[in-house]
C-alpha cells in the first residue's frame, strides 16, 4: 500500500471527508482492521483565502509547495490536493517534488467520459469556473465540452461556497438555489455536472439531479485509494 499525502485544509469541512471516504474504501477493498496509509498536512484556509482574492497566486503556491515537501519529506509515495481551486497552482506543486501529484481534473474527467458524456457542467470557486486552469484542461486534454452558469449563477455559487459551505453551514435555501442552476445548465445540454469544488458535494446529492453528478472530493478520494493499492 502506497502512503497517501493529502494537501488539506481548503476547507478541512471537505478534507474530513476525504479522510472518511480513503478508509471506508480501503477498508472495503481489504476487509478486516485494514486502514488507509496516509499523512495530511492541514493548511490555514484563512491565509490562502486572502492570497486568492488579492491575486497572489505565487504566495498562495509557496504554502502549498511546503506542505507538498512536508508529505514528500514524510514518506508519502504520492500527493493529492484536497481542493479544485488550489490546482490552479498544480505544476508549480508538481515541478518541486519527486512524488506525482494525482490531479483531480484528470479523475474526474475520465469518469465524465467512461459515462459517455461530451457536454458537462462545471460549478466551483469563481477561479475555477472563469479562469482556465481547469476548463481548458477538460477541453484540450479530454475534448469535453464545459458549460458554466451565467454570471449571476456565478456569483451566487461562489458566495455560497465561501460564506456557508467552507464553514460547515448547510441551507435548504440555498440547496434550491443550487438545484435551478444546474437545472440551467441541463437546459443549456449539459449531460452531467462536475461538482467543482470539494464542498459542494456537501450541499448536493445524486438525487438532487436528473442527469449525472461527478462529486469530485468522492471521485478523487477514490482514485487516490486505487492509485494507492496499485502494483
Same mark, same amino acid.
Given at each position: 500500500?502506497?502512503?497517501? +499525502?493529502? *494537501?488539506?485544509?481548503? &476547507?478541512?469541512? &471537505?478534507?474530513?471527508?476525504?479522510? $472518511?471516504?480513503?478508509?471506508?474504501?480501503? #477498508?472495503?477493498?481489504?476487509?478486516?482492521?485494514?486502514?488507509?496509509?496516509?499523512?495530511?498536512?492541514?493548511?490555514? %484556509?484563512? @491565509?490562502?483565502?486572502?492570497?486568492? =482574492?488579492?491575486?497572489?497566486?505565487?504566495?498562495?503556491? @509557496?504554502?502549498?509547495?511546503?506542505?507538498?515537501?512536508?508529505?514528500?519529506?514524510?514518506?508519502?509515495?504520492?500527493?493529492?490536493?484536497?481542493?479544485?481551486?488550489?490546482?490552479?497552482?498544480?505544476?508549480?506543486?508538481?515541478?518541486?517534488? =519527486?512524488?506525482?501529484?494525482?490531479? /483531480?481534473?484528470?479523475?474526474?474527467? #475520465?469518469?465524465?467520459?467512461?459515462?459517455?458524456?461530451?457536454?458537462? +457542467?462545471?460549478?466551483?470557486?469563481?477561479?475555477?469556473?472563469?479562469?482556465?486552469?481547469?476548463?481548458?484542461?477538460? =477541453?484540450? #486534454? %479530454?475534448?469535453?465540452?464545459?458549460?458554466?452558469?451565467?454570471?449571476?449563477?456565478?456569483?451566487?455559487?461562489?458566495?455560497?461556497? %465561501?460564506?456557508?459551505?467552507?464553514?460547515? #453551514? *448547510?441551507?435548504?435555501? &440555498?440547496?434550491?438555489?443550487?438545484?435551478?442552476? *444546474?437545472?440551467?445548465?441541463?437546459?443549456?445540454?449539459?449531460? +452531467?455536472? /462536475?461538482?467543482?469544488?470539494?464542498?459542494?458535494?456537501?450541499?448536493?446529492?445524486?438525487?438532487?439531479? $436528473?442527469?449525472?453528478?461527478?462529486?469530485?472530493?468522492?471521485?478523487?478520494?477514490?482514485?487516490?485509494?486505487?492509485?494507492?493499492?496499485? +502494483?
Amino acid at each position: 500500500m502506497k502512503t497517501i +499525502g493529502l *494537501i488539506g485544509g481548503m &476547507s478541512w469541512e &471537505s478534507s474530513s471527508e476525504y479522510y $472518511r471516504i480513503i478508509n471506508e474504501a480501503v #477498508k472495503a477493498k481489504l476487509g478486516g482492521l485494514h486502514s488507509a496509509k496516509c499523512i495530511l498536512y492541514s493548511v490555514d %484556509f484563512a @491565509e490562502v483565502e486572502i492570497l486568492q =482574492r488579492q491575486n497572489r497566486w505565487s504566495d498562495a503556491a @509557496e504554502i502549498l509547495i511546503g506542505a507538498a515537501k512536508s508529505l514528500e519529506n514524510g514518506g508519502a509515495d504520492f500527493l493529492i490536493i484536497c481542493a479544485n481551486t488550489m490546482h490552479k497552482v498544480a505544476d508549480d506543486i508538481q515541478a518541486q517534488v =519527486r512524488i506525482p501529484l494525482l490531479h /483531480i481534473a484528470d479523475v474526474t474527467a #475520465k469518469q465524465v467520459k467512461q459515462a459517455g458524456i461530451r457536454k458537462v +457542467g462545471l460549478l466551483g470557486t469563481r477561479y475555477t469556473m472563469e479562469e482556465d486552469f481547469y476548463t481548458k484542461r477538460l =477541453r484540450d #486534454k %479530454f475534448t469535453l465540452d464545459v458549460l458554466i452558469p451565467n454570471a449571476e449563477d456565478r456569483q451566487f455559487v461562489n458566495q455560497v461556497i %465561501f460564506d456557508e459551505l467552507v464553514l460547515g #453551514k *448547510i441551507c435548504q435555501s &440555498s440547496k434550491r438555489q443550487f438545484i435551478h442552476i *444546474i437545472e440551467r445548465l441541463v437546459n443549456k445540454g449539459a449531460e +452531467g455536472i /462536475i461538482l467543482g469544488c470539494t464542498e459542494i458535494g456537501l450541499l448536493i446529492k445524486d438525487e438532487d439531479c $436528473r442527469v449525472p453528478i461527478f462529486d469530485t472530493t468522492k471521485i478523487h478520494a477514490l482514485a487516490a485509494v486505487d492509485y494507492s493499492l496499485s +502494483g
